[in-house]
């Protein structure tokens, strides 16, 4: 395999070497092209950009492969769990019972928060949206986390990665209870994670929510497939906050503010919308698939296409199977199921989509599930940013543990005016 490539600029040939990922994927080294060449590499949105060296997820967005570690998400929807996902992906490796006993003993001890930071969702207003609740809490956390300024040091990492992972879900439910004007509920120790997230959410002071098991195997099971996703926009955000050493929380909050929008992880809620705007319309969805491929009309058929796979997201094969079993299993029949499938069926059989080869992607039919469970539509992203946080933060100790790492900072081509006088006040607008 050639692991040279040759580019000729004003007639002058550089060779710039390839390097090959494990899974044969080349990648052009221009390190060094700007200095020996003067010029730069320019990529729009970074669709050809690769930004790091990874071994935490690989991608085939041609074949429609995602794994974690190696493991397909296949194999993990199946067999794995939210917390030993985690694990597997913050550690590089499945832990041992002993390890995955440790890991959730310190979730435990961490999944409270600090009692002054509770007067912190005081201050937001009503209607607060609780993603932006959500960044500035994680963010506000470190405040109350000793040492968390100190030079990053890979012993203290393990407490700090568990506070966050175990407080975000903490912060997430009280974000939810202050929305709607209801008394905090503490966490309880004697549930798992996801029982725990849910317990949080919807039990009342006078009466527990009745935990369906079948609803938090759901709910964990869109963890997982959220659990990570290689460089996309928040977690190419963690890292370059993380380049320039700033703290896990920092990092994290940043992560939250890129997923919000509706691009991005925000793509879950503006897809239900979606479906209920087609409902309300009595349309059949060719009205607005219509719509979708008219680029005047500002609209986009929301959960559908993806940078990466340019085939069918296995993350949305496994969420759409869930959909039949977990709507079944809790007698739930709900008529924006039908329009998204009737939405995916013309969609897939549509010119436009065929050739521009958009596919459903993970947030088509995740939402339906998160309804079905109850969860409330303004906290969908939120649930996206619990489950993309091992992701996150594997990433952030990669940037961190990285011998030769260095601040990310991307060049730019300039077009802006070249040098001009400076006008006196008086002397302007005047031809
Ligand atoms: N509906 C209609 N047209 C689309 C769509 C869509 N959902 N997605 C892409 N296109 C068109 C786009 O207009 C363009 O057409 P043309 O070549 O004629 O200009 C072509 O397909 C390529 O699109 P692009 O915008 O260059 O693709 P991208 O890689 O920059 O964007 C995307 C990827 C996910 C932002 C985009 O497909 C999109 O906006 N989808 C809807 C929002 C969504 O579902 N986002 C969730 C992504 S998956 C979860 C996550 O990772 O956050």
Redesign the pocket.
């Known amino acids: 395999m050639d692991k040279v490539a040759k580019l000729e600029i004003d007639g002058k040939v550089h060779e710039l070497p390839i390097v090959v990922g494990s899974e044969g994927e080349r990648g052009i080294d221009i390190s060094a092209l700007r200095q020996a060449t003067g010029c730069i590499t320019l990529d729009d949105?970074y669709?050809n950009t690769g930004s790091c060296q990874s071994n935490i997820t690989f991608i085939d967005g041609e074949k429609g492969i995602l794994r974690y570690r190696g493991i397909p998400i296949e194999v993990l929807a199946e067999k794995s769990f939210f917390i030993e996902t985690a694990y597997l992906l913050i550690y590089g490796y499945l832990p041992t019972h002993k390890e995955l006993r440790r890991f959730s003993e310190l979730l435990t001890q961490n999944e409270m928060l600090h009692e002054d930071l509770k007067f912190h969702f005081e201050g937001f207003p009503a209607h607060a949206h609780p993603m932006a609740i959500l960044s500035s809490m994680i963010n506000a956390t470190s405040c109350f986390v000793p040492g968390v300024l100190d030079a990053y040091d890979p012993t203290v990492f393990e407490s700090q990665a568990a506070r966050l992972l175990a407080k975000v879900r903490t912060i997430a439910a009280f974000a939810y209870r202050k929305s709607r004007g209801l008394p905090i509920m503490y966490p309880k120790p004697v549930y798992k994670y996801t029982a725990n997230f849910l317990h949080m959410m919807f039990s009342e002071p006078y009466q527990d929510y009745d935990l369906n098991p079948e609803v938090v195997k759901a709910l964990d099971l869109i963890f997982v497939l959220h659990a990570d996703?290689e460089q996309?926009?928040?977690t190419a955000t963690v890292r370059m906050i993380a380049s320039s050493q700033a703290n896990i929380f920092a990092c994290a909050a940043g992560g939250v503010c890129a997923?919000w929008g509706?691009?991005?992880?925000g793509?879950n809620q503006?897809?239900i919308e979606m479906l209920e705007q087609i409902h309300r319309d009595g349309d059949d969805g060719s009205k607005f698939i219509a719509a979708?491929?008219d680029?005047k009309s500002g609209?986009?058929?929301?959960?559908?296409?993806?940078?990466v796979y340019k085939n069918y997201?296995p993350r949305a094969k496994i969420i759409k199977a869930q959909c039949d079993k977990v709507l079944g299993l809790l007698k739930i029949s709900d008529p924006l199921l039908d329009i998204a499938k009737r939405l995916e069926a013309a969609a897939l059989h549509d010119s436009?989509?065929v050739e521009?080869k958009?596919y459903p992607?993970?947030?088509?039919y995740s939402g339906i599930i998160m309804r079905a469970i109850g969860i409330p539509l303004e906290m969908f992203t939120v649930m996206?940013a619990i489950g993309r946080m091992p992701g996150w933060i594997a990433n952030y100790k990669e940037v961190m543990d990285a011998t030769n790492g260095r601040i990310s900072r991307p060049r730019q081509i300039y077009t802006g005016p070249t040098e001009q006088p400076y006008v006196s006040i008086d002397k302007r607008g005047k031809k």
Do not use: E, I, Q, W
């Not at 992607?361 to 088509?364: A, K, P, Q, R």
């Open positions: 949105g669709g996703h996309n926009c928040s997923l509706p691009l991005h992880g793509a503006a897809v979708a491929k680029k609209k986009r058929l929301m959960g559908f296409g993806h940078r997201d436009y989509f521009r958009l992607n993970v947030d088509f996206f």
